[in-house]
């Protein structure tokens, strides 16, 4: 099973929005409501920022949205902070409970 | 405060075996599906296995199904993954995290890594 697509790279400046998609299949985020999105810095633990496509957990800032239209699933970050430079991973449940994750995304911010 | 703080990792030969563990703190251990997940070098992260609250139901990876096993001690609050016949592509930092309400992982630890070379 191939990993969800996800461009390899994004930027923005600060205060701005971007957008990082992630491309799965009629089996995982085409199936499920039950995408959801990690940011990762380097060498700390991953954190969960959505799930459910759109939910957000206790602490994260609303600035982090999330939705899905078919087989693809995008996290949308406003009024971009340098502290959102990190790695981002969406992952789906991909039935037989299974996950795949997709190949990341670094957001650098300028 | 939600912890998970894995352990075990370490150099080993190709085609040899490791066990690593978790230790959770912070919640109710035997009530959630509990995972692990691994990032290699340079890599993304990739699904290895989880298990249910009981440890009755186990589901792997294709890329580790048949080497590496999944289980938990809920009595002493463990999460472990014995790694058998090790790869070189298996070498990666191993991530041990909880499962959420919506087959998200809600916290994790802050991973140990696994290098399997000669």
């Known amino acids: 099973q191939s990993a969800l697509t996800q461009s390899r790279s994004v930027s923005g400046s600060p205060g701005q929005s971007v957008t990082i998609s992630c491309t799965g299949t009629?089996?995982?985020?085409?199936?499920?409501?039950?995408v959801s999105w990690y940011q990762h810095h380097p060498g700390k633990a991953p954190k969960l920022m959505l799930y459910?496509?759109?939910k957000r957990p206790s602490g994260v800032p609303d600035r982090f949205s999330g939705s899905k239209s078919g087989n693809t699933a995008s996290l949308t970050i406003s009024g971009l902070q340098a502290e959102d430079e990190a790695d981002y991973y969406c992952?789906?449940?991909?039935?037989?409970?299974?996950?795949?994750f997709g190949g990341g995304t670094k957001l650098t911010v300028l | 405060e939600v912890q998970l703080v894995e352990s075990g990792g370490g150099l080993v030969q190709p085609g040899g075996s490791l066990r690593l563990s978790c230790a959770a703190s912070?919640?109710?251990?035997?009530?959630?599906?509990m995972s692990w997940v691994r990032q290699a070098p340079g890599k993304g992260l990739e699904w290895v296995a989880s298990?249910?609250?009981?440890?009755?139901?186990?589901y792997y990876g294709d890329s580790v199904k048949g080497r590496f096993t999944i289980s938990r001690d809920n009595a002493k609050d463990s999460l472990y993954l014995q790694m058998n016949n090790l790869r070189a592509e298996d070498t990666s930092v191993y991530y041990c995290?909880?499962?959420?309400?919506?087959?998200?992982?809600?916290?994790w630890g802050q991973g140990t890594l696994v290098t399997v070379s000669p």
């Open positions: 995290a909880m499962f959420g309400s919506a087959w998200d992982l809600g916290y």
């Open positions: 912070g919640f109710t251990f035997s009530n959630y599906w």
């Open positions: 298990i249910k609250q009981h440890g009755s139901e186990k």
């Open positions: 009629n089996s995982d985020v085409g199936a499920y409501i039950y």
């Open positions: 459910e496509v759109t």
């Open positions: 992952c789906s449940y991909a039935g037989s409970y299974t996950l795949i």
